[in-house]
């Protein structure tokens, strides 16, 4: 029986395996921004980039980066960058930083739409940078993706 279930395991891992590396055969195949990308995603959709920041609210001296503090964060630093807009989503992390240790915290992640453009990246960079520095933070995560969206 302990050698069937090893075989089912294996099976099923072979098969999510699979399944897996099917869904992500597609992942690659947008255009670069600026090389005629809404015709890649369709009529009536536009190539974009999806960037998200992920923000842990945990203080390495201790304490949390409070509801009032990210509020003003938001406002201050990250809508002005981004005032067509934007999402922010309450999320529970955890990472291992550099000294070994896992760190669980609360955290906000934003998304963006947008374009892709030099001025865009910078502003991610000074939002990334600005953070770290206001709130003494190791680390801000940033996923980005090519994504098709229509509005």
Not at 98 to 113: A, D, T
Not at 120 to 144: C, K, N, P, S, T
């Amino acid at each position: 029986m302990t050698t069937r279930r090893a075989t089912l395991s294996a099976v099923r891992v072979a098969l999510a395996a699979a399944g897996a590396t099917l869904a992500l055969v597609g992942c690659g195949t947008l255009p670069p921004p600026g090389a005629g990308g809404a015709r890649a995603c369709g009529s009536g959709f536009e190539t974009f980039e999806r960037d998200t920041l992920f923000f842990g609210r945990a203080i390495p001296s201790g304490g949390q980066v409070s509801d009032a503090e990210w509020t003003a964060f938001l406002d201050g630093t990250v809508t002005p960058a981004f005032p067509q807009g934007l999402t922010v989503i309450d999320a529970a992390g955890q990472w291992r930083g550099v000294s070994g240790e896992v760190v669980r915290e609360r955290s906000k992640l934003v998304v963006l739409l947008h374009a892709r453009s030099e001025k865009d990246d910078a502003a991610i960079a000074a939002i990334i940078g600005a953070y770290r520095q206001r709130f003494a933070q190791e680390a801000v995560l940033q996923e980005r993706q090519a994504v098709c969206v229509r509005f």
